[in-house]
Protein backbone atom coordinates (compact mmCIF):
# COMPACT_ATOMS: atom_id res chain seq x y z
CA UNK A 1 0.00 0.00 0.00
CA UNK A 2 1.33 3.18 -1.20
CA UNK A 3 0.24 6.55 0.86
CA UNK A 4 1.17 10.30 -0.32
CA UNK A 5 3.72 12.39 0.83
CA UNK A 6 2.36 14.11 3.60
CA UNK A 7 1.30 11.09 5.23
CA UNK A 8 4.92 9.86 5.21
CA UNK A 9 6.18 12.97 6.84
CA UNK A 10 3.81 12.50 9.92
CA UNK A 11 4.73 9.06 10.71
CA UNK A 12 8.58 10.36 10.13
CA UNK A 13 7.97 13.18 12.35
CA UNK A 14 6.70 10.86 15.23
CA UNK A 15 9.99 8.85 14.95
CA UNK A 16 12.07 11.92 15.62
CA UNK A 17 12.89 12.89 11.90
CA UNK A 18 12.72 16.54 11.07
CA UNK A 19 10.36 17.63 8.06
CA UNK A 20 9.18 21.14 6.82
CA UNK A 21 6.08 22.70 8.69
CA UNK A 22 3.22 22.41 6.23
CA UNK A 23 -0.58 22.55 5.59
CA UNK A 24 -2.66 20.24 3.21
CA UNK A 25 -5.27 21.10 1.30
CA UNK A 26 -8.18 20.18 -0.90
CA UNK A 27 -9.77 23.24 -2.01
CA UNK A 28 -7.72 25.95 -3.69
CA UNK A 29 -9.92 28.73 -1.80
CA UNK A 30 -8.07 27.24 1.18
CA UNK A 31 -4.76 28.30 0.23
CA UNK A 32 -4.93 32.19 1.66
CA UNK A 33 -5.53 30.83 5.37
CA UNK A 34 -2.87 27.90 5.13
CA UNK A 35 -0.22 30.78 3.73
CA UNK A 36 -1.14 32.12 7.04
CA UNK A 37 0.04 29.05 9.13
CA UNK A 38 2.82 27.96 7.53
CA UNK A 39 6.29 29.99 7.44
CA UNK A 40 7.10 32.43 4.85
CA UNK A 41 7.41 33.66 1.98
CA UNK A 42 8.71 31.69 -0.14
CA UNK A 43 6.47 28.23 0.09
CA UNK A 44 6.67 25.48 -1.82
CA UNK A 45 3.49 24.18 -3.47
CA UNK A 46 3.26 20.48 -3.91
CA UNK A 47 0.90 17.42 -5.75
CA UNK A 48 -0.18 14.63 -3.63
CA UNK A 49 -0.39 12.14 -6.62
CA UNK A 50 1.39 8.35 -6.09
CA UNK A 51 3.96 9.37 -8.43
CA UNK A 52 7.43 10.58 -8.86
CA UNK A 53 9.20 13.40 -10.75
CA UNK A 54 6.28 15.40 -10.02
CA UNK A 55 8.84 18.73 -10.32
CA UNK A 56 9.46 17.91 -13.97
CA UNK A 57 5.56 17.40 -14.30
CA UNK A 58 4.85 21.54 -12.82
CA UNK A 59 3.53 19.31 -9.10
CA UNK A 60 5.79 21.09 -7.66
CA UNK A 61 6.22 25.23 -7.66
CA UNK A 62 8.03 27.80 -5.55
CA UNK A 63 5.75 30.55 -4.92
CA UNK A 64 6.77 33.97 -3.88
CA UNK A 65 3.39 34.87 -2.19
CA UNK A 66 0.24 34.61 -1.10
CA UNK A 67 -1.36 35.11 -4.41
CA UNK A 68 1.15 32.93 -6.36
CA UNK A 69 0.48 29.87 -3.77
CA UNK A 70 -3.17 30.65 -4.67
CA UNK A 71 -2.64 30.29 -8.43
CA UNK A 72 -0.21 27.58 -7.69
CA UNK A 73 -3.37 25.51 -6.25
CA UNK A 74 -6.05 26.30 -8.52
CA UNK A 75 -3.83 25.10 -11.38
CA UNK A 76 -3.13 21.64 -9.83
CA UNK A 77 -6.23 20.64 -7.86
CA UNK A 78 -8.49 18.97 -9.94
CA UNK A 79 -6.41 18.67 -12.89
CA UNK A 80 -4.48 15.38 -14.11
CA UNK A 81 -0.52 15.71 -13.18
CA UNK A 82 1.26 13.74 -16.16
CA UNK A 83 4.96 12.39 -15.12
CA UNK A 84 7.19 9.76 -16.54
CA UNK A 85 5.60 7.63 -14.09
CA UNK A 86 2.24 8.36 -14.54
CA UNK A 87 1.52 7.94 -17.95
CA UNK A 88 -0.33 9.73 -20.24
CA UNK A 89 -3.13 10.00 -18.94
CA UNK A 90 -1.42 11.07 -15.72
CA UNK A 91 -3.33 11.26 -11.76
CA UNK A 92 -5.97 13.51 -10.65
CA UNK A 93 -4.69 15.73 -8.07
CA UNK A 94 -6.92 15.81 -5.07
CA UNK A 95 -4.87 17.44 -2.34
CA UNK A 96 -1.48 19.95 -2.58
CA UNK A 97 1.23 20.26 0.55
CA UNK A 98 1.83 24.04 1.41
CA UNK A 99 5.19 23.95 3.03
CA UNK A 100 8.05 26.03 4.11
CA UNK A 101 11.11 26.75 2.01
CA UNK A 102 14.02 25.23 3.46
CA UNK A 103 17.21 27.14 3.25
CA UNK A 104 19.65 24.08 2.35
CA UNK A 105 23.28 23.61 2.29
CA UNK A 106 23.30 20.18 0.48
CA UNK A 107 21.46 17.43 -0.53
CA UNK A 108 21.63 13.51 0.51
CA UNK A 109 19.31 10.59 -0.53
CA UNK A 110 18.51 8.07 2.51
CA UNK A 111 16.40 5.31 1.93
CA UNK A 112 15.57 1.35 3.29
CA UNK A 113 14.34 -1.35 0.93
CA UNK A 114 13.67 -4.88 0.54
CA UNK A 115 16.97 -6.36 -0.96
CA UNK A 116 15.89 -9.50 -2.84
CA UNK A 117 19.12 -10.48 -3.72
CA UNK A 118 20.37 -10.66 0.15
CA UNK A 119 16.54 -11.30 1.24
CA UNK A 120 17.03 -8.61 3.71
CA UNK A 121 16.72 -4.89 4.62
CA UNK A 122 19.52 -2.30 3.32
CA UNK A 123 19.93 1.44 4.22
CA UNK A 124 20.97 2.96 0.93
CA UNK A 125 22.83 6.17 1.61
CA UNK A 126 23.82 8.71 -1.49
CA UNK A 127 25.69 11.83 -1.22
CA UNK A 128 23.91 12.85 -4.53
CA UNK A 129 20.48 13.48 -2.89
CA UNK A 130 17.57 15.17 -5.10
CA UNK A 131 18.33 12.86 -8.21
CA UNK A 132 16.66 9.56 -9.35
CA UNK A 133 18.27 7.48 -7.20
CA UNK A 134 18.09 5.02 -10.43
CA UNK A 135 19.98 7.51 -12.60
CA UNK A 136 23.27 7.71 -9.38
CA UNK A 137 22.89 4.28 -9.76
CA UNK A 138 23.38 3.51 -13.53
CA UNK A 139 26.16 6.70 -14.09
CA UNK A 140 27.72 6.76 -10.45
CA UNK A 141 27.19 3.55 -8.92
CA UNK A 142 30.38 4.32 -6.43
CA UNK A 143 28.08 7.10 -4.90
CA UNK A 144 25.56 4.35 -3.79
CA UNK A 145 26.65 3.35 -0.27
CA UNK A 146 24.60 0.42 1.47
CA UNK A 147 24.13 -1.34 4.64
CA UNK A 148 22.46 -4.72 5.14
CA UNK A 149 20.63 -4.68 7.92
CA UNK A 150 19.46 -8.53 10.17
CA UNK A 151 15.81 -7.53 10.71
CA UNK A 152 16.83 -10.08 14.16
CA UNK A 153 19.21 -7.40 15.27
CA UNK A 154 18.11 -3.80 13.65
CA UNK A 155 20.43 -1.38 12.49
CA UNK A 156 24.05 -1.42 14.27
CA UNK A 157 25.79 1.98 15.71
CA UNK A 158 28.90 0.43 13.72
CA UNK A 159 26.91 0.31 10.43
CA UNK A 160 25.40 4.62 10.60
CA UNK A 161 29.17 5.05 10.98
CA UNK A 162 30.05 2.98 7.89
CA UNK A 163 27.77 5.29 5.74
CA UNK A 164 28.29 8.59 7.38
CA UNK A 165 32.21 8.35 7.61
CA UNK A 166 32.28 7.83 3.63
CA UNK A 167 31.28 11.70 3.35
CA UNK A 168 34.08 13.94 2.75
CA UNK A 169 32.17 17.00 3.50
CA UNK A 170 30.90 16.37 7.03
CA UNK A 171 33.34 17.57 9.27
CA UNK A 172 31.45 18.76 12.73
CA UNK A 173 30.77 16.39 14.92
CA UNK A 174 27.37 17.51 15.84
CA UNK A 175 26.53 17.09 12.49
CA UNK A 176 27.65 13.76 12.05
CA UNK A 177 25.50 12.88 15.30
CA UNK A 178 22.52 14.19 13.58
CA UNK A 179 22.81 12.57 10.47
CA UNK A 180 22.96 8.91 12.50
CA UNK A 181 20.32 10.09 14.62
CA UNK A 182 18.01 10.57 10.98
CA UNK A 183 19.31 7.16 9.85
CA UNK A 184 18.52 5.29 13.19
CA UNK A 185 14.88 6.76 13.05
CA UNK A 186 14.46 5.41 9.45
CA UNK A 187 14.96 2.27 10.06
CA UNK A 188 12.66 2.40 13.24
CA UNK A 189 9.85 4.07 10.88
CA UNK A 190 10.72 1.05 8.81
CA UNK A 191 10.50 -1.64 11.30
CA UNK A 192 7.74 -0.52 13.24
CA UNK A 193 5.41 0.03 10.19
CA UNK A 194 6.01 -2.95 8.31
CA UNK A 195 7.61 -1.00 5.21
CA UNK A 196 8.87 -2.28 2.23
CA UNK A 197 10.31 1.24 0.79
CA UNK A 198 10.92 3.84 2.98
CA UNK A 199 13.20 7.14 1.35
CA UNK A 200 13.90 10.49 1.74
CA UNK A 201 15.48 12.49 -1.24
CA UNK A 202 16.21 15.17 -0.82
CA UNK A 203 17.57 14.76 2.71
CA UNK A 204 18.63 18.31 3.36
CA UNK A 205 21.22 19.59 5.24
CA UNK A 206 20.10 23.26 5.59
CA UNK A 207 22.88 26.12 6.28
CA UNK A 208 21.71 25.96 10.03
CA UNK A 209 23.25 22.62 10.75
CA UNK A 210 20.02 20.57 10.54
CA UNK A 211 18.70 17.36 8.19
CA UNK A 212 15.24 17.64 7.45
CA UNK A 213 13.44 15.63 4.76
CA UNK A 214 12.19 17.42 2.07
CA UNK A 215 10.11 14.51 0.77
CA UNK A 216 9.22 10.86 1.78
CA UNK A 217 8.04 8.09 0.04
CA UNK A 218 6.31 5.05 1.93
CA UNK A 219 5.51 2.27 0.78
CA UNK A 220 3.60 -0.54 3.29
CA UNK A 221 3.80 -4.53 3.20
CA UNK A 222 -0.24 -5.41 2.04
CA UNK A 223 0.40 -9.02 3.71
CA UNK A 224 1.48 -6.86 6.73
CA UNK A 225 -1.53 -4.91 7.24
CA UNK A 226 -3.74 -6.81 9.16
CA UNK A 227 -1.24 -6.06 12.21
CA UNK A 228 -1.27 -1.92 10.65
CA UNK A 229 -4.87 -1.38 11.49
CA UNK A 230 -3.90 2.86 11.75
CA UNK A 231 -2.82 2.77 8.45
CA UNK A 232 -5.78 1.33 6.57
CA UNK A 233 -7.22 4.89 7.68
CA UNK A 234 -4.55 6.08 5.49
CA UNK A 235 -5.86 4.51 2.04
CA UNK A 236 -7.94 6.42 0.34
CA UNK A 237 -8.21 4.19 -2.64
CA UNK A 238 -9.19 6.80 -5.18
CA UNK A 239 -6.19 6.49 -6.78
CA UNK A 240 -5.96 2.86 -7.63
CA UNK A 241 -6.77 1.75 -11.16
CA UNK A 242 -10.43 0.99 -11.32
CA UNK A 243 -9.85 -2.32 -12.75
CA UNK A 244 -7.56 -2.99 -9.64
CA UNK A 245 -10.51 -1.98 -7.09
CA UNK A 246 -12.76 -3.92 -8.60
CA UNK A 247 -11.03 -6.57 -8.38
CA UNK A 248 -10.03 -5.92 -4.49
CA UNK A 249 -13.59 -6.04 -3.80
CA UNK A 250 -13.86 -9.51 -4.75
CA UNK A 251 -10.67 -10.89 -3.24
CA UNK A 252 -8.69 -10.92 -6.78
CA UNK A 253 -4.88 -10.18 -7.86
CA UNK A 254 -4.99 -8.04 -10.74
CA UNK A 255 -1.75 -6.38 -12.03
CA UNK A 256 -2.36 -3.74 -14.79
CA UNK A 257 0.43 -3.67 -17.72
CA UNK A 258 1.21 -2.12 -20.69
CA UNK A 259 0.26 -4.82 -23.31
CA UNK A 260 -2.35 -6.05 -25.23
CA UNK A 261 -2.85 -9.46 -24.44
CA UNK A 262 -5.62 -10.56 -20.79
CA UNK A 263 -4.06 -13.25 -18.76
CA UNK A 264 -6.27 -14.76 -16.27
CA UNK A 265 -4.49 -17.34 -14.79
CA UNK A 266 -4.89 -19.86 -11.15
CA UNK A 267 -1.54 -18.92 -8.83
CA UNK A 268 1.18 -16.39 -9.31
CA UNK A 269 3.60 -18.81 -10.05
CA UNK A 270 1.37 -19.69 -13.32
CA UNK A 271 0.86 -16.28 -13.85
CA UNK A 272 4.65 -15.50 -13.91
CA UNK A 273 5.27 -18.47 -16.06
CA UNK A 274 2.41 -17.84 -18.95
CA UNK A 275 3.38 -13.85 -19.21
CA UNK A 276 7.44 -15.30 -19.53
CA UNK A 277 6.15 -17.33 -22.02
CA UNK A 278 3.83 -14.88 -23.90
CA UNK A 279 6.76 -12.53 -23.99
CA UNK A 280 9.08 -15.20 -25.49
CA UNK A 281 6.67 -15.61 -28.23
CA UNK A 282 6.37 -11.80 -29.29
CA UNK A 283 3.55 -10.79 -26.95
CA UNK A 284 3.00 -8.27 -24.74
CA UNK A 285 0.48 -8.55 -21.29
CA UNK A 286 -1.94 -6.60 -20.76
CA UNK A 287 -2.26 -7.59 -17.01
CA UNK A 288 -2.63 -10.51 -15.63
CA UNK A 289 -5.66 -11.58 -13.15
CA UNK A 290 -5.10 -14.42 -10.53
CA UNK A 291 -7.88 -15.47 -9.73
CA UNK A 292 -6.59 -17.68 -6.83
CA UNK A 293 -6.38 -21.63 -5.14
CA UNK A 294 -10.57 -21.40 -4.10
CA UNK A 295 -12.35 -19.01 -6.38
CA UNK A 296 -16.25 -20.11 -6.91
CA UNK A 297 -18.08 -19.29 -10.39
CA UNK A 298 -19.18 -15.58 -9.06
CA UNK A 299 -15.76 -14.94 -8.78
CA UNK A 300 -14.79 -16.10 -12.00
CA UNK A 301 -17.30 -14.27 -13.89
CA UNK A 302 -16.11 -10.88 -12.39
CA UNK A 303 -12.25 -11.57 -12.86
CA UNK A 304 -12.98 -12.33 -16.37
CA UNK A 305 -15.77 -9.10 -16.34
CA UNK A 306 -12.69 -6.92 -15.46
CA UNK A 307 -10.58 -8.04 -18.76
CA UNK A 308 -13.23 -7.67 -20.89
CA UNK A 309 -14.06 -4.25 -19.79
CA UNK A 310 -10.32 -3.22 -20.74
CA UNK A 311 -10.29 -2.07 -24.24
CA UNK A 312 -6.27 -2.45 -24.58
CA UNK A 313 -7.15 -6.04 -25.19
CA UNK A 314 -6.60 -7.53 -28.21
CA UNK A 315 -6.92 -11.27 -27.20
CA UNK A 316 -7.44 -13.04 -23.90
CA UNK A 317 -5.28 -16.21 -22.46
CA UNK A 318 -7.58 -18.04 -19.47
CA UNK A 319 -4.61 -20.65 -18.47
CA UNK A 320 -6.11 -22.64 -15.85
CA UNK A 321 -4.51 -25.92 -13.76
CA UNK A 322 -7.15 -27.16 -12.07
CA UNK A 323 -6.84 -28.03 -8.63
CA UNK A 324 -9.06 -26.80 -5.75
CA UNK A 325 -10.54 -24.87 -8.87
CA UNK A 326 -12.22 -26.98 -10.57
CA UNK A 327 -11.83 -26.44 -14.44
CA UNK A 328 -15.50 -27.16 -14.73
CA UNK A 329 -15.83 -23.95 -12.45
CA UNK A 330 -13.54 -21.75 -13.88
CA UNK A 331 -15.73 -22.90 -17.30
CA UNK A 332 -19.37 -21.84 -16.12
CA UNK A 333 -17.53 -18.69 -15.16
CA UNK A 334 -15.73 -17.33 -17.94
CA UNK A 335 -19.32 -18.92 -19.90
CA UNK A 336 -21.21 -16.64 -18.06
CA UNK A 337 -19.19 -13.51 -18.11
CA UNK A 338 -18.88 -14.04 -21.83
CA UNK A 339 -22.73 -14.80 -22.52
CA UNK A 340 -23.32 -11.46 -20.41
CA UNK A 341 -21.12 -9.34 -21.98
CA UNK A 342 -19.48 -10.79 -25.42
CA UNK A 343 -16.42 -11.09 -26.60
CA UNK A 344 -15.17 -9.16 -28.88
CA UNK A 345 -11.93 -10.44 -29.32
CA UNK A 346 -10.35 -13.98 -29.93
CA UNK A 347 -10.35 -16.75 -26.60
CA UNK A 348 -7.87 -18.95 -26.29
CA UNK A 349 -8.02 -21.45 -23.58
CA UNK A 350 -5.41 -23.94 -22.04
CA UNK A 351 -7.18 -26.33 -19.36
CA UNK A 352 -5.36 -28.58 -17.36
CA UNK A 353 -5.98 -30.30 -13.80
CA UNK A 354 -9.43 -31.32 -12.06
CA UNK A 355 -12.51 -31.97 -13.44
CA UNK A 356 -10.78 -30.68 -17.32
CA UNK A 357 -13.30 -33.01 -19.34
CA UNK A 358 -16.33 -31.64 -17.84
CA UNK A 359 -14.76 -28.07 -18.20
CA UNK A 360 -14.11 -27.99 -22.20
CA UNK A 361 -17.68 -29.61 -22.79
CA UNK A 362 -18.80 -26.54 -21.09
CA UNK A 363 -17.00 -24.35 -22.85
CA UNK A 364 -17.99 -26.28 -26.07
CA UNK A 365 -21.40 -26.47 -25.44
CA UNK A 366 -22.08 -23.07 -24.90
CA UNK A 367 -21.81 -21.58 -28.11
CA UNK A 368 -18.82 -19.04 -27.70
CA UNK A 369 -16.17 -18.80 -29.71
CA UNK A 370 -12.98 -19.81 -28.13
CA UNK A 371 -9.58 -21.37 -29.66
CA UNK A 372 -7.88 -24.64 -27.14
CA UNK A 373 -4.34 -24.99 -26.39
CA UNK A 374 -2.80 -28.48 -25.86
CA UNK A 375 -0.26 -26.95 -23.92
CA UNK A 376 0.98 -23.68 -22.13
CA UNK A 377 3.91 -23.19 -25.06
CA UNK A 378 1.11 -23.46 -27.76
CA UNK A 379 -1.13 -21.26 -25.26
CA UNK A 380 1.24 -18.67 -25.27
CA UNK A 381 1.85 -18.64 -29.18
CA UNK A 382 -1.44 -18.48 -30.16
CA UNK A 383 -2.00 -15.83 -28.21
CA UNK A 384 0.78 -13.89 -29.87
CA UNK A 385 -0.33 -14.81 -33.02
CA UNK A 386 -3.84 -13.41 -32.93
CA UNK A 387 -2.81 -10.06 -31.33
CA UNK A 388 -0.35 -9.77 -34.26
CA UNK A 389 -2.41 -11.15 -37.10
CA UNK A 390 -0.58 -13.63 -37.77
CA UNK A 391 -3.42 -16.48 -37.43
Not at 89 to 103: P, S, T, Y
Amino acid sequence: MRIHEYQAKEIMRSFGVRVPEGVIIDHADEASNACKGVKGPPWVVKAQVHAGARGKGGGIIVCCDANEVLEAAKAMLGRSLVTVQTGSEGVKVRKVLIEECIDIFSEFYLGVVIDRAHAKPAMIFCPAGGMEIEEVTAVKPELIWKEYIYSGIGLMPFQTRNLVYQLDRLTSGDSIKKLRSVMSSMWSVFSSCDCSLLEINPLALTTGGEFIALDAKMNLDDNALYRQRKMFELDAGVEKDPSEAIADAYDLNYIRLNGSIGVMVNGAGLAMATMDLIKAAGGEPANFLDVGGGANEEKITKAFEIILKDRRVKAILVNIFGGILRCDVLARGVVSAAEKNGVGVPLIVRLEGTNVAEGKKIFEESGVEFLVAQNLLEAAELVARQVSGEN
